[in-house]
């Protein structure tokens, strides 16, 4: 079982257009991370919210915590070549916060 | 500033045979965790160390698989006797404070059994 689902698993687009990415559960986490990995390196930490209904800019990237704490989106505007990664979004269960609880993630490819 | 550093980046080893991987966490963190990744599996907990201690180990296997965080040098993930099943990406996380929110990732170690 799954406890985070991302999608979708796998997204091209082309350079310029708009995406959004999801990170959904049926848990409550007390915290929830984007992270982005690329091949053959570690995730590298994006952004991390804690609040329900958070919002965070990243430059282009937009992170949203849902209002419950149990899902969570990633918008990226104006996609670039550079954005080409897996997207990863991992959890803090509540009361249970010493390990993540890691999605499968979203494969992204930006065309020039 | 280092980063979580891993090494080696790449290992092969024959079934039957021993593999360390090695982790020295970002200076100033005392909180160590090591993940498994499978291509169609994802990231998978396996332990989350402090210094000398081990905190929570239920993502590791019982058997062949230890792992320790000395009070001086780098952490070890050890498995012993690997199989082909083995064969994964290994990484590395270390944070500032507990619970793995803002860990840094290390690069990994690509382990191969063959």
């Known amino acids: 079982t799954q406890l985070l689902e991302q999608s979708p698993q796998f997204l091209s687009i082309q350079e310029g257009e708009n995406l959004t990415v999801y990170c959904n559960s049926s848990?409550?986490?007390?915290?929830l991370q984007w992270y982005r990995q690329e091949p053959g390196e570690g995730p590298v930490l994006l952004v991390t919210?804690?609040?329900g209904g958070e919002v965070k800019k990243l430059k282009r990237l937009t992170f949203q915590f849902g209002d419950a704490r149990k899902d969570s989106s990633l918008h990226i505007t104006a996609a670039q070549p550079g954005d080409t990664g897996l997207y990863l979004c991992?959890?803090?269960?509540?009361?249970?916060?010493?390990?993540?609880?890691w999605g499968l993630g979203t494969s992204l490819a930006v065309n020039p | 500033n280092a980063g979580v550093m891993q090494n080696p980046r790449h290992l092969v080893r024959r079934r039957g045979q021993e593999a360390r991987l090695r982790c020295s966490p970002m200076?100033?963190?005392?909180?160590v965790y090591w993940y498994r990744q499978l291509p169609e599996e994802g990231l998978k907990f396996m332990v989350y160390?402090?210094?000398?201690?081990?905190?929570?180990e239920s993502g590791m296997p019982k058997e062949r698989f230890s792992a320790e965080f000395p009070k001086e040098g780098p952490s070890i993930l050890r498995i012993q006797q690997v199989v082909r099943g083995d064969s994964a990406a290994y990484f590395c996380?270390?944070?500032?404070?507990?619970?793995?929110?803002?860990?840094?990732f290390g690069q990994g170690t690509r382990l191969t059994v063959v």
């Open positions: 996380a270390s944070s500032q404070v507990p619970g793995g929110t803002e860990a840094f």
């Open positions: 200076k100033g963190h005392s909180h």
């Open positions: 160390l402090q210094k000398e201690n081990i905190i929570d």
């Open positions: 848990s409550v986490f007390s915290s």
């Open positions: 919210v804690v609040t």
């Open positions: 991992a959890g803090g269960l509540a009361g249970n916060n010493r390990k993540l609880i």
